[in-house]
């Protein structure tokens, strides 16, 4: 089945420097990306939509300055964190769509996330 | 606009019991309904979808457009089903962005 990667799983950084996550499709083309924050015990709240290619939709109240999305290929799209502070602490999930019958039949593929934590 | 309500944060029951987690859902044209599991420590994975009709793990969720409501049934719950549920909405057409419920912890005691 589809598989999504991504990384790093968890990483630690200290307030000010920025950091990118990664979002690789191992085995179809990911023609959408959505990217999620993920609260505790909180559902996934959308940040961004990206096409390949185009610009990245940002959801109103997300910084599209500080939440940098790249989406330049098929299989990759990556999140960077920019000027991270302790309140941007999360965990970053992405999800892939790949055509509109893969969606159609297998829904939407998760990363396994990425915990940030700001120091 | 589109929106999917969770109505239960946490849903406790024993083994063996039957289990009904609430999924409303608004949404003005034809929507597409899915059920994703998140298992402790793992990735958010598809359950079910609403087009296929299919059972997965003894769950089945049936879709009813007059009530707008998606819930996911199962007869006899069992440990293994503890996890995180989240009810999704996909807009028919164009982007196809999905929305998530809050979600709902399912417990099941032995």
């Known amino acids: 089945g589809a598989v999504v990667s991504q990384h790093p799983s968890w990483v630690i950084c200290k307030s000010g420097t920025s950091v990118k996550i990664e979002c690789r499709s191992l085995?179809?083309?990911?023609?959408?990306m959505f990217w999620y924050r993920q609260f505790p015990k909180q559902s996934l709240m959308l940040m961004a939509t990206?096409?390949?290619?185009?610009?990245?939709?940002?959801e109103q109240g997300v910084e599209k300055d500080k939440f940098l999305i790249n989406h330049a290929s098929l299989t990759l799209s990556t999140l960077t964190v920019t000027s991270a502070h302790p309140e941007d602490s999360s965990f970053y999930i992405c999800?892939?769509?790949?055509?509109?019958?893969?969606?159609?039949?297998?829904?939407?593929?998760f990363g396994s996330g990425t915990r940030l934590t700001v120091v | 606009a589109q929106r999917v309500t969770q109505p239960e944060k946490l849903l406790s029951v024993f083994k063996g019991a039957p289990v009904e987690l609430k999924c409303n859902y608004s949404?003005?044209?034809?929507?597409?309904l899915f059920w994703y599991v998140q298992y402790s420590r793992q990735r958010l994975q598809l359950l079910l979808r609403?087009?296929s009709r299919e059972s997965i793990k003894g769950f089945t969720a049936d879709l009813n457009k007059g009530e707008t409501s998606f819930h996911l049934k199962k007869p006899f719950a069992q440990e293994e089903d503890s996890a995180m549920y989240y009810c999704?909405?996909?807009?028919?057409?164009?982007?196809?962005?999905?929305?998530f419920g809050r979600g709902t912890s399912l417990i099941v005691h032995p």
């Open positions: 990206s096409n390949e290619g185009s610009k990245a939709t940002y």
């Open positions: 609403h087009i």
């Open positions: 999800s892939a769509r790949g055509t509109e019958w893969e969606r159609a039949n297998y829904g939407y593929t």
């Open positions: 085995d179809f083309q990911a023609t959408t």
């Open positions: 949404y003005s044209g034809s929507p597409e």
């Open positions: 999704a909405l996909s807009s028919s057409g164009g982007s196809y962005i999905p929305t």
